[in-house]
């Protein structure tokens, strides 16, 4: 299955639901099913924004299955739509109106059991099983 690294508390954040779209320099035409690996490196500032959230935030771990349905460009439009629907987990892409990028559309979050193992850069294969994640 591919996997996609995402730093922490950003993928913590996908895993739960929270955070929708992630982005990236690149676009890609994949949909299905892709596994989160919560990578080795730590986004400090973006881990005091959410503090108040009181999650746990694994590194090198994979923590989640998500389906990518789509991939948007970052333009004018999708900043205005993703300040609609939360400020607070998408303020650095809504402010940053020199960055065009895109969006990978996550949908259907759900937490596995987490397995420890190096990430990779772009889209990358974990050929292992997973179990979901017993809450």
Same mark, same amino acid.
């Given at each position: 299955?591919?996997?996609? &690294? ?5 993928? #913590?954040?996908?895993? @739960?639901?929270? =955070?929708? %779209? !992630?982005?990236? &320099? $690149?676009? #890609?035409?994949?949909?299905? *099913? ?9 986004? =400090? ?7 108040? +959230?009181? +999650? *746990? %935030?694994? /590194? ?8 990518? &349905?789509?991939?948007? #460009? ?20 809504? =402010?940053? &109106? !020199? $960055?065009?990028?895109?969006?990978? =559309? +996550? @949908? ?7 397995? %420890?193992?190096?990430?990779?850069? /772009?889209? $990358?294969?974990? !050929?292992? *099983? ?6």
């Amino acid at each position: 299955m591919k996997v996609l &690294t995402i730093k922490q508390p950003f993928a #913590t954040l996908i895993a @739960e639901g929270i =955070k929708e %779209y !992630e982005f990236r &320099t $690149w676009k #890609t035409k994949y949909r299905g *099913e892709i596994l989160i690996h919560a990578g080795k490196g730590i986004n =400090k500032k973006a881990m005091q924004k959410f503090a108040h +959230l009181n +999650l *746990e %935030y694994p /590194s090198g771990y994979l923590i989640a299955k998500v389906v990518l &349905t789509d991939c948007i #460009t970052i333009d004018e439009n999708a900043r205005k739509m993703l300040k609609k629907k939360n400020f607070l987990v998408y303020s650095n892409v809504i =402010k940053n &109106t !020199e $960055w065009n990028g895109y969006g990978f =559309k +996550l @949908e259907n979050a759900q937490k596995i059991d987490p397995i %420890y193992i190096n990430g990779k850069l /772009s889209f $990358w294969n974990y !050929e292992g *099983e997973i179990n979901a994640r017993k809450n």
